[in-house]
Protein backbone atom coordinates (compact mmCIF):
# COMPACT_ATOMS: atom_id res chain seq x y z
CA UNK A 1 0.00 0.00 0.00
CA UNK A 2 1.31 3.67 -0.87
CA UNK A 3 1.62 6.44 1.28
CA UNK A 4 -0.98 8.37 -0.58
CA UNK A 5 -3.87 5.35 -0.26
CA UNK A 6 -2.75 5.31 3.12
CA UNK A 7 -3.81 8.61 3.75
CA UNK A 8 -7.27 8.29 1.70
CA UNK A 9 -7.86 5.57 3.54
CA UNK A 10 -7.36 7.43 7.13
CA UNK A 11 -8.91 10.18 5.99
CA UNK A 12 -12.09 8.21 5.21
CA UNK A 13 -11.65 6.91 8.01
CA UNK A 14 -11.74 10.16 10.40
CA UNK A 15 -14.24 11.90 7.35
CA UNK A 16 -17.71 11.35 9.45
CA UNK A 17 -15.72 12.32 12.80
CA UNK A 18 -13.66 15.84 10.78
CA UNK A 19 -17.60 16.20 9.65
CA UNK A 20 -19.08 16.18 13.29
CA UNK A 21 -16.46 17.94 15.13
CA UNK A 22 -16.39 20.86 12.77
CA UNK A 23 -20.19 21.05 12.89
CA UNK A 24 -19.22 21.76 16.76
CA UNK A 25 -16.24 24.26 15.82
CA UNK A 26 -13.12 21.78 16.24
CA UNK A 27 -10.88 21.16 13.17
CA UNK A 28 -9.62 17.66 13.11
CA UNK A 29 -6.51 16.90 11.65
CA UNK A 30 -3.64 13.75 11.65
CA UNK A 31 0.01 13.08 11.23
CA UNK A 32 1.96 10.32 11.55
CA UNK A 33 3.95 9.31 14.61
CA UNK A 34 5.87 6.42 13.33
CA UNK A 35 5.26 3.84 10.35
CA UNK A 36 2.17 2.72 11.95
CA UNK A 37 1.29 4.95 14.10
CA UNK A 38 -0.60 8.43 14.04
CA UNK A 39 -1.62 10.89 16.31
CA UNK A 40 -4.72 12.79 16.09
CA UNK A 41 -5.06 16.23 16.72
CA UNK A 42 -8.34 17.99 17.42
CA UNK A 43 -8.10 21.96 17.47
CA UNK A 44 -11.19 24.55 18.95
CA UNK A 45 -12.12 27.23 16.61
CA UNK A 46 -13.43 30.97 17.94
CA UNK A 47 -16.71 29.16 17.44
CA UNK A 48 -15.83 25.98 19.19
CA UNK A 49 -18.77 24.32 21.40
CA UNK A 50 -16.56 23.45 24.85
CA UNK A 51 -19.19 21.75 26.11
CA UNK A 52 -19.39 19.16 23.12
CA UNK A 53 -15.98 17.25 23.21
CA UNK A 54 -16.10 14.13 25.35
CA UNK A 55 -13.09 12.96 27.43
CA UNK A 56 -10.01 12.26 26.25
CA UNK A 57 -10.05 8.23 27.07
CA UNK A 58 -13.57 7.92 25.50
CA UNK A 59 -12.17 10.33 22.12
CA UNK A 60 -9.06 7.52 21.86
CA UNK A 61 -11.38 4.69 22.04
CA UNK A 62 -13.48 6.44 19.01
CA UNK A 63 -10.58 7.44 17.44
CA UNK A 64 -8.50 4.29 18.03
CA UNK A 65 -12.04 2.11 16.46
CA UNK A 66 -12.46 4.52 13.69
CA UNK A 67 -8.64 3.48 12.12
CA UNK A 68 -9.13 -0.44 12.37
CA UNK A 69 -10.07 -0.89 9.11
CA UNK A 70 -6.61 1.43 8.17
CA UNK A 71 -2.93 0.27 7.79
CA UNK A 72 -2.52 2.83 10.98
CA UNK A 73 -2.98 2.35 15.36
CA UNK A 74 -3.78 4.99 17.02
CA UNK A 75 -0.51 6.76 19.14
CA UNK A 76 -2.27 9.31 20.67
CA UNK A 77 -5.19 12.33 20.62
CA UNK A 78 -4.31 15.84 21.51
CA UNK A 79 -7.40 17.58 22.17
CA UNK A 80 -7.51 21.71 23.06
CA UNK A 81 -6.16 22.98 26.45
CA UNK A 82 -8.80 24.09 28.66
CA UNK A 83 -9.06 26.91 30.86
CA UNK A 84 -9.63 25.12 33.62
Known sequence: MTDTTAAIDV???L???RD????????????????DRIV???DATD???ADC???LPVMEAIMASALEPT???????VLPATDH
Open 11 to 13: DAA
Open 15 to 17: KEF
Open 20 to 35: MMGADGYVLRWEPAAD
Open 40 to 42: VTI
Open 47 to 49: AAC
Open 53 to 55: LVP
Open 71 to 77: PYTLDHV
